[in-house]
T-cell receptor
Framework: DAEITQSPRHKITETGRQVTLACHQT?????MFWYRQDLGHGLRLIHY???????NKGEVSDGYSVSRSNTEDLPLTLESAASSQTSVYFC????????????FGEGSWLTVV | QKEVEQDPGPLSVPEGAIVSLNCTYS??????FMWYRQYSRKGPELLMY????GNKEDGRFTAQVDKSSKYISLFIRDSQPSDSATYLC?????????????????FGQGTILTVHP
């Protein structure tokens, strides 16, 4: 079955370190997204991509970057991890047509100490 | 002020009760309205999708959209303990200049629902 997977599922890192969260989908979806989820804020969009070589900033993009070199993967990089980036991160993908389901991964729990 | 407001609850109801979950929004460009269900330590999953105003029913779930009031609702009839989860409303506008903005969702804070036997 097609799916969307995130890795690592849990990570503890130190302030100032670079961290990369991986996202891989096997649906061949054009659209991919990264959200973070925090208490009191719901899910907020970090970065998104509508296809290979396309990336766009979302609502809370400062301190994060993404690259899209193929259809299947959209890794999220924290350039220099900060305690404010302790959160749960969700990757998502969709065909891009209204009415089609947007699929979310299982989440990556990141703690910055 | 947030674009989408949702009462975080928590909401606790007895099994069999009718549950009403609501969101208000301020962006009149929103055209697509969704409800997601999220179980503990899992990713959100799409529950209901509605385009523009109107009602949509799927089993025990009914989604309503009132664009004139910028208000959406999700009703759960005959609630079950298995409905215990966080419910998130989400919205999207029409295609932007770079392609489709569908999937570029704006979420409410989520309402934590517990249905007790």
């Amino acid at each position: 079955d097609a799916e969307i997977t995130q890795s690592p599922r849990h990570k503890i890192t130190e302030t100032g370190r670079q961290v990369t969260l991986a996202c891989h989908q096997t649906w061949n979806h054009n659209n991919m997204f990264w959200y973070r989820q925090d208490l009191g804020h719901g899910l907020r969009l970090i970065h998104y991509s509508y296809g290979v070589q396309d990336t766009n900033k979302g609502e809370v993009s400062d301190g994060y970057s993404v690259s899209r070199s193929n259809t299947e993967d959209l890794p999220l990089t924290l350039e220099s991890a900060a305690s404010s980036q302790t959160s749960v991160y969700f990757c998502a993908s969709s065909v891009g047509t209204p009415g089609n389901t947007i699929y979310f991964g299982e989440g990556s729990w990141l703690t910055v100490v | 002020q947030k674009e989408v407001e949702q009462d975080p609850g928590p909401l606790s109801v007895p099994e069999g009760a009718i549950v009403s979950l609501n969101c208000t929004y301020s962006n009149s460009a929103f055209q697509y309205f969704m409800w997601y269900r999220q179980y503990s330590r899992k990713g959100p999953e799409l529950l209901m999708y509605t385009y523009s105003s109107g009602n949509k029913e799927d089993g025990r779930f009914t989604a309503q959209v009132d664009k004139s009031s910028k208000y959406i609702s999700l009703f759960i009839r005959d609630s079950q303990p298995s409905d215990s989860a966080t419910y998130l409303c989400a919205m999207s506008s029409r295609a932007d200049a770079g392609g489709t903005s569908y999937g570029k969702l704006t979420f409410g804070q989520g309402t934590i629902l517990t249905v007790h036997p």
